[in-house]
């Protein structure tokens, strides 16, 4: 699959002392389920990462971790101390999520049906926004020397830190609300909240815990306060200075998955809690997958997520993929002129590092990410002979024509996904108590959804065969 979510899912569940969760990875990608209780992160690039700690019981202090759970394996930990814990994936610095524990006896808020819908839920609303970076591809391109192009390809793209936070009434005042939060630079996040039901003139404190909205938490950071307005509503817009999620990858500026609450407060106490769920999405796939250029041209290839490390890496025919952990997968080799044959490789790129190549013999060439191969995460460069340097048309032509079946290739992958998560929800939320309304209502929004996709590869298509038309007309007039 080429779009992985990054999250817990459900992001927040809430159990019993004595209690104990599987965590299952059913995603192609590694991860770790860690307890850090406090304790500073612990490093991704270290042996310790893929290391289990703590064993299998957990009582709310010291470190307790998976260790490296490769697809398909899970964990199981018992929790046998009423609190709320936030735990992460080592790996992926914003991937977070909350286990609320109350003590024993305590009535459970959901079952586990039901926690299966939310996460079902909040893991479809990740893979359709990491299915949407296919339609952002650019091709950035400048002018190089002795009129030579210099190419940029994405290294895998992950989708923009933003999300949205209902704010619901939890007294009497009738206070609600939404918020938007954004990083909108490295380090700078904006946090704009909107409220109603409010009094004129008075003052409310917003605020952001660490912690569960129905469980509590610790105050993080405070918010510029709302006045209320003559018609009841409020509003404010803040900018905060954020640190890394994770110290060990400085680029790290992100909203965690899980783990963050804002609070709505005055005089008389709290009025309004809201979570922020916000799992990204990655995906898996270098953009443009297939880039046409000429002999001397120059292709830079950019780690832009915030918490992936990819490799670039070419492997001539015969031989076999290297093993990521091998010393072949960790050592750049070949350098940066790529001459058609012999191993070239990046070595592992970290989120902002670039790594680029001058292609100066013809042909078609394939090269893969030596961590993510398993997931199809691979691209093409097509070289043409310098000759054809001065009719640009034709390289911008052949990209846009590649775009173009790529993008109908992935809205068909979405429409056959939608289709499998119509079952899977109906066989879910089957199995509850009255839960046609749900049904009807998730199964409506997706066959929206795939009829617009199918429109718009209709349009695509015939855009393909116009482009192509056009092109050949070109040819036999110049021809002529």
Known sequence: MSVMSMGFFPEIITIDAGDNITFINNSSEVHTVTFLSGNPPINPFSPE????????????????????????EN???????????????IYHAGMMGVVIVNPKGTPYPMTQAQYNVIGQLEESQSIAQGESLFQ?????????????????????????????ANLNSVSSD?????????????????????????????????????GAAEAGGKMTYTLNPIIGNSNGTGSSITMLKIDPLDPYIPTSYDIPAAGWYINISNDKGTLALGDIIAPSASLMRFLPTTLTIHVGDTVVWTVDAPDEVHTITFVPQGMEIPE?????????????????????????????????????TPGIYTYVCLIHDNMGMAGTIIVLPKTFTNNQSISVILNRMTNMSNQIFQLNSKINY??????QFNSTINGLENSNNLTMLVQQGINNKISTLNTAILILVVLVIILILTNIALIFRKRL
């Open 49 to 72: 990462a893929n290391m289990r700690i703590g064993g299998n019981i957990y009582n709310g202090s010291g470190i307790v971790s998976s260790g490296m759970l490769l697809p398909g």
């Open 324 to 360: 990521f952990g091998s010393p072949l997968s960790l050592i750049p080799i070949g350098g940066n002129i790529f001459n058609g044959s012999g191993y070239y490789n990046s070595g592992p790129l970290i989120p902002g590092q670039s790594y680029n190549l001058t292609f100066i």
């Open 418 to 423: 939608m289709d499998n998560k119509i079952t």
């Open 75 to 89: 964990y199981t930990l018992t929790f046998t101390t009423p609190g709320v814990y936030i735990y992460r994936c």
């Open 136 to 164: 952002q591809v650019n091709l950035p391109a400048t002018s190089g020397p002795n009129g030579t192009t210099i190419w940029h390809i994405d290294a895998g793209v992950m989708t923009p830190a933003t999300t949205l």
């Open 174 to 210: 009738n206070v609600s609300g939404f918020a938007q939060l954004s990083i909108i630079s490295p380090g700078l996040m904006k946090v704009e909240v909107n409220l109603i039901g409010l009094k004129q003139g008075v003052k409310y404190n917003v605020q952001i815990f660490t």
